[in-house]
């Protein structure tokens, strides 16, 4: 199996930054694209960035120029780093990654998602 467990959530106040990292674990053959996640209140959860496993990133538009998105293949772990945060940033963050795992000795046919546990970011004075 494949296990993601986030960190670095938190309290911020408006203009703040944060840095969340995600890392991957487990019986893994590759990961292909990693990304980030945030589902508020009463809302869908959307795609805030995404990175692909050669390094090309692509943001939503309400944070490009304020997060950016990398990732440490050796570690299988990716990160968010935030700054200039607001109010609208509050969410609960998750982390996917597109994973090729091996199950009982032999590499999958095709890769899956999985999730993390979701971590809560806050921005509020």
């Known amino acids: 199996q494949v296990q993601l467990v986030e960190s670095g959530g938190g309290l911020v106040q408006p203009g703040g930054s944060l840095r969340l990292s995600c890392a991957a674990s487990g019986s893994i053959f590759r990961i292909n694209a990693m990304g980030w996640y945030r589902q508020a209140p009463g809302k869908q959860r959307e795609l805030v960035a995404v990175i692909t496993s050669g390094g090309s990133t692509n943001y939503v538009e309400s944070v490009k120029g304020r997060f950016t998105i990398s990732r440490d293949n050796a570690k299988n772990t990716v990160y968010l780093q935030m700054n200039s945060l607001k109010p609208e940033d509050t969410a609960v963050y998750y982390c996917?990654?597109?994973?090729?795992?091996?199950?009982?000795?032999?590499?999958?046919?095709?890769?899956?998602?999985?999730w993390g546990q979701g971590t809560q970011v806050t921005v509020s004075s």
């Open positions: 996917n990654a597109v994973v090729l795992a091996v199950i009982a000795g032999t590499v999958e046919s095709d890769p899956y998602d999985y």
